[in-house]
Structures are given as C-alpha cells and as structure tokens.
C-alpha cells in the first residue's frame, strides 16, 4: 500500500464516526435551572440541532456549584459527542473562584463552537437622581463608599463585572449580592439599593415598563435592543467591555470527525433566520465560530477573571 494508501485508511475510522453521529438523542447539560436566558438559549438551539441531525437534542438542566456539577457530568461522560456542555463565562469564572475542581476546563473538554453573546448593563430605579452614567459615576466619587450596586451572587458575573468596573473606573462603591435577579429588581425597585449589574435580556420588559432605567451597557457594542444607551466605554470607563457568552463543548477525547460533525451543525443552526429571530428576541447576539476561537476564548476568560477575583479579594469556594 503506497503513502496515499495509507493516508486514507487512517481516515476511515474519523469517518465512521462522522457517519454514525450521532446514533442516538444528544444531550445538552445546562448549568442553570429551566427559564432563565441560558436554558432558553440552550432549548432554541436543540430544536434546530434537533433538525439539523434528524435526531432528539434534549436538554438536561443541572444547576448547583456555579456550573460544576454540570461540567463534572459532561467531563466524565462518554466522549462521543452524545452528550454536551452548555459552556459559559460561569465555566471560566469557576476556575478563579474554586480553591479545587473535579475538572479542568481547558484539558477536559473539547471546544465544539460559541452559540452567542448577552448584554449587562447598569440599571437605576426610574427616576432616580443618576440620568446618566456619566453622573453616577461623579456622584460615587465625590462620595465614595456611599453609594449601593445590586448583583447576584458572589462570584457570579454580575457581582465580578461590578467588581471590575469599581477597578477600572476608578471609583469606590459597595456591591451588595442578592440571591437571584428577583431581589435584585426588588431591592433596584424599592431604592434599598442605588443600582444595579445585570444581565439586559430579563430586564427588557422592566425597561419597557418605565420601571428601571438603563445607563450604559457593559460591552464594546451598543445593545440592538437599546441603540439610544451608551456603553460604558462611551461613559468614560476607557476600553471597558464585557459581555456574556455561552457556547457548547464535549468530553476531551471526541473524536474531531464528530468536533467537525457538531461544530458544522451548530453554524448552520446559528445562520438560520428563525433561530436568529429567537435568540434576539432573547437580546442574544449569534456568534459561531471554531473549535479553535472558542478554545481561545475559554482561556482569555479564565485569565481575566481569575485576576478580578484575586484584585476584589473574592473568597475562593
């Protein structure tokens, strides 16, 4: 058998794989409980998967442990490409805020591709004194410490993104976490706290409602959903940008036939004008992409993080 022989019978077993996938349903592990913007980003994307490959996509929601019981699973899954992760920030996040995991994220987890990126944005009561970010931030410093900003849980990244924006804007504020977006919006609502970081996609209605209202989103972009509100790179916090992201990964050892097969499938899914209608009625953002980008991504994410939380003093978990 000559060298081109040989060549192509090392591909015939790739190519089996390819061929085969999947054989049976795929499941999305979803680190989030059911309703929030990551199930129902993940649940729009398993339909079209779902019709991509002729084959049930379901999801499987296992909150708990910012993500780790979720990764735990898929990690130890068979790594076959039937059972994925829901990737997110909060993977990246983890590897900062954890003293141990029972993974690593960039060892034990094959990048399949990113699904899309959300908005945070900065958020007052309606009517407040602050009109715009500009004077909040004046405001917190001519006095700083005194001024309240609502987030989620510690290491959530809510609680870090306000965290950073305290670094980079140079300003001194106390961030108060809540359990969950729900008290986050009472306590915005009823003035127990001063603002808020939050994700923008729940929010929405709230704005639309003349309830909360919006001062700078977060990221390099204005949001599609809110083109009049600056950025906070716009507001005077010089190359501020953050976003949120989520994307989808297998187990470490998938054959990169079936990385090619998903990652394949899942551009086309995002390129679907159906689907892109879902996700911005969600405020997500479709951005595919490589195996490879997403790797990067993953690695640059843990990086910043893990530099915020050692900077604010976070207490490792």
Do not use: C, Y
Not at 82 to 100: C, Q
Not at 264 to 279: S, V
């Amino acid at each position: 058998m000559g060298a081109a022989g040989f060549a192509a019978a090392a591909t015939w077993p790739a190519l089996g794989h390819a061929q085969s996938f999947p054989a049976r349903p795929i499941r999305i592990v979803v680190p989030f409980g059911a309703g929030g913007i990551a199930d129902l980003t993940a649940r729009a994307v398993a339909a079209r998967l779902a019709d991509e490959f002729k084959q049930a996509v379901v999801i499987e929601n296992k909150p708990g442990a910012g993500g780790v019981v979720a990764g735990d699973l898929v990690a130890k899954a068979a790594p076959d490409g039937h059972v994925l992760l829901l990737m997110s920030n909060a993977t990246a996040v983890s590897a900062g805020l954890f003293n141990s995991l029972p993974f690593d994220a960039l060892k034990d987890f094959a990048p399949v591709g990113t699904i899309g990126t959300f908005d945070l944005a900065v958020l007052t009561q309606a009517g407040s004194r602050w009109k715009t970010m500009k004077d909040l931030l004046a405001w917190s410093r001519a006095n700083p410490g005194k001024l309240n900003v609502g987030t989620i849980n510690v290491g959530s990244t809510q609680h870090l993104s306000a965290e950073l924006l305290k670094t980079r804007a140079e300003v001194d504020f106390q961030v108060v976490p809540f359990n969950g977006s729900p008290a986050v919006l009472t306590a915005l609502r009823g003035g127990q706290i001063d603002a808020a970081v939050e994700i923008l996609g729940p929010m929405l209605p709230q704005i639309s409602a003349g309830v909360v209202h919006p001062l700078a989103v977060m990221g390099s972009r204005r949001a599609s959903a809110l083109a009049h509100v600056p950025t906070l790179a716009e507001s005077g916090v010089t190359g501020f940008d953050v976003t949120s992201w989520n994307a989808l990964a297998a187990p470490a050892g998938t054959p990169q036939a079936v990385i090619a097969t998903l990652n394949r499938a899942l551009n086309q899914a995002l390129a679907d004008a159906q689907l892109r209608r879902q996700l911005a009625d969600l405020n997500v953002t479709p951005r595919g992409g490589t195996p490879q980008a997403l790797r990067a991504l993953l690695a640059s994410e843990m990086a910043r993080w893990s530099e915020v939380i050692d900077r604010a003093k976070v207490p490792k978990q």
